[in-house]
Structures are given as structure tokens and as C-alpha cells.
């Protein structure tokens, strides 16, 4: 379940607690985001996933000051995954915004008139069509003939897998019909059915190879194989339903576009309709609804879309999604089972994580065999969670559950059959030691809110064997050190036989070896090339980026973004540990803490809950030890270069108040690209203010502090534009 506090009311935040909530959301979206995108093994439904970006997007509506140019409100997806060529998108690949009522769709259809200023009689026509759950795609078109095929990836820039793509027998090589546009890039969705998926994993486990959660899972798994051959030989499909460059647009309404591409060769879905008013997008919604089971592909809502192009390009964008469609999603799909077990995972930070064990059961034509139960007060049904969804009730080992499965994804217990609990059934206890190391398990009291954690985690760190493992994944994981052959099964064979017991050892692995008895490549399943293979490999990341090497350090709350916010404004390694180091956390909400911790926490997109989890970290001297030992075997690179040629070269700036001739994330982004850095508060170090009308007390704490200010003009000025 998500960590954050939604007990919590967003319309009585402080300004601090809403940055906290915002810092700790975007932590946690970005991580969603980078499973669901990039590994294609996404660990939340999509319901919960939407509730996480509801609250965020609503604390940004209350907090506009928590806008910055890394808000997840203004990106797509996650960065493309390593392994292919990346393409950057010549029209942005956007998402929707979502609807989960009739009450959604009415409000969807009022914006549009009071946007458009158009009469209460005035129709307004629309394209409804089902929401493919699937991979999306761009597929570029040059005087006809196919060029390249593109992923989304973050909306700005996906991965080439025109090679891949070109094993489809829904797309077509070469567009049917004359007077075709010179440049002609169709978007769409690539898909396996159900019957298809199902007799794949029968032959893959029949192989011996991996099991594929879901039809969406298996597409994206299947397009990202770096052998052509691999994925041609998976039964993937294709249906177009939108376009992003196109030098000449043919018609005028979205409906006569999905009409053209059909013409063009491609398939489009055939249940797509025309509606006229909200009661007929609703009952198209219903009634697609009631079909959902039957088709043979996944689809997880409908999506509406305003007919007339011209309307559409008036309506045009907010954030990261069109002012002119919107997904109408449909409710979790449930069913009843009984659980088995209950089994305790520890996790990387020491999380013990409940999973129950259920009688197998097909819920939307997967086979279900695991569930989440999220944490140990959601078992006791008391808590935010619990609560809401089963009214107080407990879980027991016996009782018959209702599973929700929404998404696709690792599906949840929402509710227990009491009429059919067994009278042997007893309440579960949860364990207070560590189950693979025996260790006390604690659940942390927030010292600031008195509160405890609801996360009971295991004290061993430096002896659990879980959570070293597990640690030892991470480091070498994709978005860290990614080292070629060297993944989650050889991090806990080589943790077993104590051959890399942290970070460190696996680069002396090489020298260690030469020493050794008992030779690397005598183990079973390596041989002589292997083995050069893999400490080739291991050489090859010797050299890292300060952004890799500070995710893959494992910090609690320090994904990929905060990694990169933090590695930017810090420059190396060196001044990272320094100012950790020295930075003290305040005890207390009326102690600001030293200077160091000030920076730290005044960092745009670092909040105190990642400040302090930083500081932690480095006061902890087996942690500092730890990297010691791995500088001494690697050189750590730079982010990026910063410019050092331009007057703002060097030098913090604030952006506030209402920017006219540029957006505040232009601006911001302007200024990082001059080799400035900007922050999100004013303090003594901040060296200029730009301030635009509405600037509030920003401006004045620049006046305190005598810190330079000017308006948008007194800014191009400085920097010369």
C-alpha cells in the first residue's frame, strides 16, 4: 500500500507538511512509474496507482509553489530503459487524465463547453472508444514506406525497436492509398490477446523460461527482446488509434482520422463509437463494461475524445495531458478464493512485507495465486486501509477473501466472507523477529508526530542476509551501476558463497579470483569466457555516473529523480558526504537546523523526510566505510557538464510570482541549462530573485536577506538573450 499519510487532509496542511506529502508522493509515483514503464512489472493496482496521483496533483493545486520543473504533473511515464537506441518524439506521446464516475464524465463534458464558451443546447460530438491495456507505440512514416518505431518512454524520448516492430503482422511496411502526407507517424497499441498470453506461458513453463504476469507484461516483455527473432516468434498485435507528426492532416474529425488509417492498412477497433451526449458516452461505457470479460484482449476503460480536430487543437493541453480526452476507467475486477498462508518477505530496508498464499482462483482470465496484504495493521483491518475497505474486519489464515485484481497487477484482499469463517480460524499473529535472520523487528514512533510506523522493519541490517542481498540487487540494478551479467542471481549466488559481501567486492572480484583456489570459472554454469565476460563487464562500470552511484547506494527514499536532483546540485561524491555529514537534523519544529541542513532541505524536490534519510545514512560509519572502500575502486563522473561561461554560472536562483514571457519550468529549466542552480526558498545564499506579478513572501525574504531582484526583463538582460 502506499507510505503516505492520507489520514491526513490536504485543505489543512501547513506549507511544510504539504511538502513533505509531495516530496514522499513523488518518491514513490517515480518508483510505480519506472516498474510499470520500464521493467514492465508493475507491483500496485491501477487504482491505487490513481489514488497516488490524485493526492499529488491536488496538493500541487493548493500548493502551486510545489510546481517545479521535475513534477510528475508535467511528465509521462519514466526515462527509456537501457538496451536500445533512443528516439526523441518530434509531438510529446502524452497520458490521459482519468474518470471514475458518471459524475467524472459530466464534469470532463462541462470544462470542454466552458473552455469552448459554446450554448448549454450546443452538441457536442465525441469518439469513444475501449482503453487498450498495452504497450504504447509511435510508428513513423516517410513518403509511405515504415522508418522507425518508437516506445513512449517518458513522452519526450523513447526506445527504438523499429527492428522488433517490423515482425508485426498488423503493421503494415509500406501505407496503402496515393497523396500520402510526406511524414506520417501513427500511435497506437501493441497487444497480446488472452487465449494467445495463456498458451505462452503454458510453453514457456513447459521451457523452463519466464512466466509473465499479465497480456500487457508479456507484449512489453515480448517487443523489448534484443533478438528480432524472439519477438517474432510472440503473437503480438497492433491497433491505431491516434497520430503524432503529420505533415498534412487528411480530415477533420477523430473519427474520420481512425477512418483513414484504416484505409492506410492498420487495424483499429472495431467497437469504437460516435456519441452525441454524456448519456450515450455512459452507456457506452456500461455496455463496454459488460463485454469486458468476453473480448480477447485486456482493456481496463474507455477513453473519450472531443470529434472535432479544430475543437481539439483550441482545447489543446494541461500539464501532461490533452484538455480534449479523458479515460473513463472501469472498477477492480473481484473474486472469492480461500487463503492458505500467510508468508512474511523481508525487503531492502529491512520491510517485513505480508503476502498471503491463496487457493488458486482466475480473476479477468489470470490465474491468481498471491495477494498483498500490505502491512501488518492492514491484516488487523485497523488503519486507514484496512478500515475503509473491510469495516474492522481481521484477515485469518482460513477465511475465504474476496480478491480485487485492477490493473493487471499483483492483485489485493479487500474483504473477508464471514458467513464462511472457519471456527478453527485465529487471529494471526504478527512476527517480531526477522524471519531470515532472527533479528528484532521493530515498527519506528515518528518523533515528530508521535505516530508509529506501519511498516515493521528488521533491526540486523549489517547481519541480515535479506536485506544484504537485497541491497546487492539494487546496486547493480538498472537504473544503478546496471552491470552486464552480473543481476539478482548472481548478486545471491556470490552473497551465498561470500564472494561479494557488499558494493566493494565486486570490483576486486577480478584480483580475488587470480588468488583463489577454486577459480571462478570452475563453477557450474560459468566457464573461461564467462567469467572474462563478466569482469569485462564489471571494468567497463568502473567509471559511473554521480547519479547512479547516489541511487545505488540504496538511501531510503532516494529514487532515481531525487538521485539526480541531489547529484546535480551537489556536483561530486565528495561535497555530497560533506554536507550530509554535516548537516544536523532538527529536533524539534522550531530548530531550523545548521546551515548544511538548510541546503539540504531547501534542495527544489528534496524535503525533510529525504533530508533526514540522507543524513542518516552518512552518519552511520560502517555506511561511510562501506563507500570508502568502493571509491577506492571507482571513479565517479560528473551528472553533467554545468556551464561555467555564463553570468549565472554557479549561482542559486529563485523563480516567483507570475512569469508572463516564459512558463516557470521554461525559466527554471533556462536557468539550469546556464549552469545555475534553482531552489524553491529564499535564503542568505540565494545570489538573485526573479520576480514576476503576485510575488509574495518570497520577495520579502529576499528583501531580509538583501538578495538581488529583478523582474523577467532584469533576467534576459543578465544572461544576455
Given at each position: ?7 491526513l487532509?490536504i485543505?489543512?496542511?501547513t ?10 508522493l ?12 520500464q521493467?514492465?512489472a508493475?507491483?500496485v ?8 496521483r490524485?493526492?499529488?496533483n491536488?496538493?500541487?493545486q ?11 504533473s ?15 518524439h518530434?509531438?510529446?506521446?502524452l ?27 450546443e452538441?457536442?460530438?465525441f ?29 519526450t524520448?523513447g ?62 516483455g515480448?517487443l523489448?527482446q ?15 488509434y ?10 477533420k474529425?477523430?473519427s ?6 484504416a ?47 479544430d ?13 480534449w ?24 530496508t529491512?520491510a517485513?512485507?505480508?503476502v ?29 486501509s ?11 489464515i ?10 493487471d497487477?499483483?492483485?489485493?484482499i ?45 533491526t540486523?541490517?549489517?547481519i ?5 542481498v ?10 544503478a ?8 542471481k ?13 558494493p ?15 577459480k571462478?570459472a ?35 527514499h ?37 546551515d ?5 532541505n ?9 533530508a533526514?534519510?540522507?543524513v ?11 563507500l570508502?572502500?568502493l ?8 551528472m ?51 520576480a ?26 543578465l544572461?544576455?538573450?
Amino acid at each position: 500500500m502506499p507510505r503516505y499519510d492520507k489520514s491526513l487532509d490536504i485543505d489543512a496542511m501547513t506549507p511544510r507538511q504539504a511538502k513533505r506529502e509531495h516530496t514522499r508522493l513523488q518518491a514513490e509515483i517515480a518508483e510505480h512509474d519506472k516498474r510499470y514503464y520500464q521493467d514492465d512489472a508493475p507491483t500496485v493496482s491501477d487504482a491505487e496507482y490513481d489514488a497516488l496521483r490524485r493526492r499529488y496533483n491536488a496538493i500541487e493545486q493548493k500548493f502551486p509553489d510545489l510546481v517545479t520543473q521535475g513534477s510528475l504533473s508535467l511528465t509521462v511515464g519514466a526515462a527509456p530503459a537501457r538496451g536500445f537506441a533512443k528516439v526523441r518524439h518530434t509531438v510529446p506521446m502524452l497520458s490521459l487524465d482519468n474518470a471514475f464516475s458518471e459524475e467524472d464524465v459530466v464534469d470532463f463534458v462541462e470544462r470542454i463547453r466552458r473552455f469552448l464558451k459554446l450554448a448549454d443546447d450546443e452538441p457536442i460530438t465525441f469518439l469513444a472508444e475501449p482503453k487498450i491495456d498495452g504497450l504504447s507505440m509511435s510508428l513513423r512514416y516517410e513518403d509511405g514506406e515504415l522508418v522507425r518505431a518508437a516506445t513512449r518512454g517518458d513522452g519526450t524520448e523513447g526506445e527504438d525497436v523499429t527492428a522488433n516492430i517490423r515482425t508485426l503482422k498488423d503493421v503494415p511496411q509500406k501505407l496503402k492509398g496515393r497523396n500520402l502526407p510526406a511524414v506520417c507517424e501513427m500511435r497506437g497499441e501493441v497487444y497480446m490477446k488472452k487465449a494467445d498470453f495463456l498458451a505462452l506461458n503454458e510453453r514457456q513453463t513447459a521451457a523452463g523460461g519466464q512466466v509473465f504476469a499479465n497480456p500487457r507484461n508479456s507484449a512489453a516483455g515480448s517487443l523489448r527482446q534484443k533478438d528480432p527473432a524472439i519477438t517474432a516468434s510472440r503473437p503480438l498485435h497492433f491497433f491505431a488509434y491516434s497520430w503524432g507528426e503529420l505533415t498534412k492532416v487528411p480530415e477533420k474529425t477523430q473519427s474520420a482520422m481512425v477512418a483513414w488509417m484504416a484505409a492506410r492498412g492498420f487495424d483499429t477497433n472495431p467497437l469504437s463509437k460516435v456519441c452525441k451526449s454524456v448519456k450515450e458516452l455512459v452507456a457506452f461505457h456500461r455496455s463496454i463494461g459488460e463485454r469486458r470479460a468476453k473480448l480477447d484482449y485486456d482493456i481496463d476503460g474507455v477513453v473519450y475524445k472531443v470529434d472535432r480536430l479544430d475543437w481539439q487543437e483550441r482545447l489543446g493541453f494541461v500539464s501532461r495531458s490533452p484538455r480534449w480526452a479523458i479515460a473513463h476507467k472501469f472498477a477492480a475486477e473481484r473474486a472469492e478464493t480461500v487463503l492458505n498462508g500467510i508468508d512474511i518477505q523481508v525487503g531492502r530496508t529491512g520491510a517485513l512485507t505480508p503476502v498471503a498464499k491463496l487457493e488458486p482462483v482466475t480473476v479477468g482470465g489470470v490465474v491468481v495465486q498471491n495477494a498483498s496484504l500490505h502491512n501488518e495493521d492492514y491484516i488487523k483491518g485497523i488503519g486507514a486501509s484496512g478500515e475503509a475497505i473491510r469495516n474492522g474486519t481481521d484477515i485469518r489464515i482460513g477465511d475465504t477473501v474476496v480478491i480485487q485484481r485492477a490493473g493487471d497487477v499483483i492483485p489485493q484482499i479487500v474483504d473477508v466472507v464471514l458467513d464462511k469463517r472457519p471456527k478453527s480460524a485465529k487471529p494471526y499473529h504478527f512476527p517480531a523477529v526477522c524471519p531470515a535472520c532472527g533479528s528484532h523487528a521493530v515498527r519506528e514512533i515518528n518523533l515528530r508526530t508521535g505516530k508509529e510506523d506501519v511498516v515493521r522493519r528488521c533491526t540486523g541490517g549489517l547481519i541480515c542476509p535479506a536485506q544484504a542481498v537485497e541491497r546487492l540487487r539494487h546496486f547493480v540494478a538498472r537504473d544503478a551501476f546496471d552491470i552486464e551479467g552480473f543481476g539478482e542471481k548472481q548478486a545471491e549466488a556470490f552473497y551465498a558463497d561470500g564472494l561479494v559481501m557488499e558494493p566493494a567486492d565486486i570490483f576486486t572480484l577480478r584480483q580475488r579470483d587470480a588468488r583463489a583456489s577454486k577459480k571462478l570459472a570452475d563453477r557450474e554454469g560459468y566457464g573461461e569466457t564467462s567469467v572474462t565476460n563478466l569482469f569485462n563487464a564489471i571494468d567497463a562500470r568502473r567509471k559511473v555516473p554521480l547519479n547512479r552511484l547516489i541511487y545505488a547506494l540504496g538511501i531510503r527514499h532516494i529514487g532515481d529523480i531525487n538521485a539526480k536532483i541531489l547529484a546535480r546540485h551537489y556536483g561530486t561524491i565528495e561535497a555530497f558526504e560533506e554536507a550530509a555529514t554535516a548537516a544536523d537534523v532538527p529536533t524539534d519544529r522550531k530548530d531550523k537546523g545548521n546551515d548544511a541542513w538548510q541546503e539540504l532541505n531547501s534542495i527544489e524536490g528534496i524535503g525533510d523526510v529525504v533530508a533526514e534519510a540522507v543524513v542518516e545514512f552518512f552518519n552511520e560509519k560502517k555506511n561511510r566505510a562501506a563507500l570508502k572502500r568502493l571509491l577506492a575502486e571507482i571513479e565517479v563522473e560528473p551528472m553533467e557538464e554545468a556551464r561555467s561561461d555564463t553570468p549565472v554560472a554557479g549561482k542559486t536562483v529563485v523563480f516567483t510570482g507570475t512569469l508572463e514571457k516564459m512558463t516557470r519550468d521554461e525559466a527554471k529549466a533556462m536557468a539550469e541549462r546556464l549552469g545555475a542552480k534553482v531552489s524553491g526558498s529564499v535564503s542568505k545564499k540565494t545570489d538573485y530573485v526573479v520576480a514576476g506579478p503576485g510575488a509574495g513572501s518570497k520577495l520579502k525574504d529576499a528583501q531580509k536577506h538583501g538578495v538581488t531582484v529583478m523582474d523577467e526583463d532584469g533576467w534576459f538582460k543578465l544572461i544576455g538573450r
